[in-house]
Every structure is written in structure tokens, then in C-alpha cells.
């Protein structure tokens, strides 16, 4: 049974396309993540959540919205998809803020 | 704010040996160290992690090490097996707040 599950797995779009990768934790979790981890293998957080309310918002474009409908799920919607969005991006969930945290398997984002 | 430097970004050991990866953080309130390895098309992997209360911890082949006067910390993988091919992450955080990642190291074990 999958602790942290993001959909899809992989995605190819076309640039100034609309896309949404989802994210869900059977943790208990109340702490969620969003990161970019780029082709040199650099991870990046983007987003934190607790308890459904953003904690940490990092700078990336406000292309980027997350979306959290309750503290086990964390949606992550970007708008005009750009060539540079091109990344892996990985789902993640702790208990605590900034303790260990467990990460989904990553979307493999390519905008063509 | 917190810096988090790791090295080497890549290390080749031959199968058997020992490896030794190591990081430096640079804000002394940093007061938890996790690491965690990343097997090819996966998501990272918490493998072992120290609070800063103590100097050393151990499960089975990989221990951790904190020297809080020189502000860094090591993992130690005795015994390198091919499963153990990745790459490994360092990171700190301070009180509950965000984790601040090193670069990885990519660990290679030859046969």
C-alpha cells in the first residue's frame, strides 16, 4: 500500500499547455511538500503545507499553484507550461515540518 | 540562513569497501540531520537521521556521525554492496522548520 502516490508518473505536454499532477498520503501526515529536482539531481522545495495551509512558499512563478483539499491530499497546478518546467517533481509528506519526510516515485515533467 | 555543503558530488568505491560522505552546515541552530538515498527513477529514501543531542547513531551497515564544534556530519557505509549504488542526500533543519538539502553525492560500488 503506497504511502505517498502522485499521478501521472510521467508527462509530456506542449508548451503554454495547463497541467496538474496530484498527490495523496496515507500517512497521517500533516505536513506536505512539493519539489523540483532538476537534471543535475539539485532538489528544490517549492511549497509546504500543514494542515492544508501553505507554511512555505518559495520562489518559484505563481504559474505554480498548489492546492490542498484536505492534509492528505496536495495538488500542484502550472499554468503556461514553459521548456524550463521541464523536471522531475516529487510529492512528499511528514509529520513534523522539516523532519523526515517520505517521498512519492516523482512525475517526470517534459514540455515540448 | 542555513547553507548546506556536500562532498564528493561522486564517489566510486569497489565493492566490500567502506564509504564516507560528508557535509557542513553553516547555522549552529541547525538541530536535525536526516539523509536519504535516491535509487535510479525513484523518489528519495530516508535512511538514517541524528539530532543534535547526539554524536553518533548506527542501523546495520550505515551510521552517522555529528560533529556539532565543526559544524558537519558524515555517513558511513561499511561493507559497500551493489544494492547500495545512488545517490545519497544530505540535509539540515532547524526547530521544525524546512529541510535545507546538500547537492548529492552519486556513489558508485564496482564489482
Known amino acids: 500500500d503506497t504511502a505517498v502516490s502522485q499521478t501521472p508518473k510521467y508527462l509530456v505536454t506542449q508548451m503554454g499547455n495547463d497541467k496538474s499532477i496530484k498527490c495523496e498520503q496515507n500517512?497521517?501526515?500533516?505536513?506536505m511538500y512539493w519539489y523540483k529536482q532538476d537534471s543535475k539531481k539539485f532538489l528544490k522545495i517549492m511549497f509546504s503545507?500543514?494542515?492544508?495551509?501553505?507554511?512555505i512558499n518559495e520562489t518559484v512563478p505563481n504559474r505554480f499553484s498548489p492546492k490542498s483539499p484536505d492534509k492528505a491530499h496536495l495538488n500542484l497546478h502550472i499554468n503556461s507550461l514553459e521548456l524550463g518546467d521541464s523536471a522531475v517533481y516529487f510529492c512528499?509528506?511528514?509529520?513534523?515540518?522539516?523532519?523526515?519526510?517520505?517521498f512519492g516515485q516523482g512525475t517526470r515533467l517534459t514540455v515540448v | 540562513g542555513e547553507n548546506v555543503e556536500q562532498h564528493p558530488s561522486t564517489l566510486s568505491v569497489q565493492e566490500g569497501d567502506s564509504a564516507v560522505i560528508k557535509c557542513t552546515y553553516s547555522?549552529?541552530?541547525?538541530?536535525?540531520f536526516p539523509w536519504y538515498k535516491q535509487e535510479l527513477g525513484k523518489g528519495p529514501q530516508l535512511i538514517i537521521d541524528?539530532?543534535?543531542n547526539v554524536g553518533e547513531k548506527k542501523d546495520q551497515r550505515i551510521a552517522v556521525t555529528l560533529n556539532k564544534t565543526a559544524k558537519h556530519f558524515s555517513l558511513h557505509i561499511t561493507e559497500t554492496q551493489p544494492e547500495d549504488s545512488a545517490v545519497y542526500f544530505c540535509?539540515?533543519?532547524?526547530?521544525?522548520?524546512?529541510?535545507?538539502w546538500g547537492a548529492g553525492t552519486k556513489l558508485i560500488i564496482k564489482p
Open positions: 512528499a509528506s511528514s509529520q513534523v515540518s522539516g523532519r523526515g519526510a517520505f
Open positions: 540535509a539540515a533543519s532547524i526547530d521544525n522548520y524546512q529541510l535545507i
Open positions: 547555522d549552529s541552530a541547525s538541530n536535525y
Open positions: 500517512l497521517g501526515h500533516d505536513t
Open positions: 503545507y500543514n494542515n492544508k495551509e501553505l507554511i
Open positions: 541524528i539530532r543534535s
